[in-house]
């Protein structure tokens, strides 16, 4: 339902999720002068390179998509506190293999890297989802109590 808090904890997540799709993550600038390259979840891009990065693409895609599915699960609670609990779980994926493309396209192409603001839009998400998940834990257990009192 639209007026349960979760659903709009989770829909938070989601616009976030997408938020971060759509924009730079990330730049980095060599030392030798040369072209700033940008780095979005699908690409490396600069005006003389073009190189994909398809994982942190794809693990966020499959999040955003989870996140957004999981608005609909409102009469299955304990489905959509498994979902809201893999969608963490692949946000916490999604920063370790961003730290590790950072760091090493920063070394291979010996450049210094700086992260967009947009790469917190993640951690947010993770937030809401964990407050989602609190919620829909909260309506369980109210449910179970209500069902013991019957």
Not at 3 to 16: D, E, G, M, N, P
């Amino acid at each position: 339902m639209i007026q349960r808090i979760q659903t709009l904890y989770l829909f938070a997540a989601f616009v976030l999720c997408l938020g971060c799709l759509c924009t730079p993550i990330a730049h980095f600038m060599p030392s030798d002068g040369g072209y700033m390259v940008n780095m979005y979840n699908l690409w490396f891009v600069s005006e003389d390179m073009f190189r994909y990065c398809f994982v942190l693409f794809g693990i966020l895609v499959i999040a955003t998509a989870a996140a957004f599915i999981d608005i609909w699960l409102y009469k299955r609670r304990a489905l959509q506190m498994r979902i809201a609990t893999f969608c963490m779980i692949l946000l916490v994926a999604w920063y370790i293999i961003y730290g590790i493309y950072c760091y090493t396209f920063s070394a291979e192409m010996q450049a210094s890297w700086r992260p967009h603001w947009t790469a917190a839009l993640p951690f947010a998400a993770f937030i809401l989802l964990y407050l989602a998940f609190r919620g829909i834990l909260k309506d369980e257990m109210l449910v179970r109590s209500l069902d013991r009192l019957r």
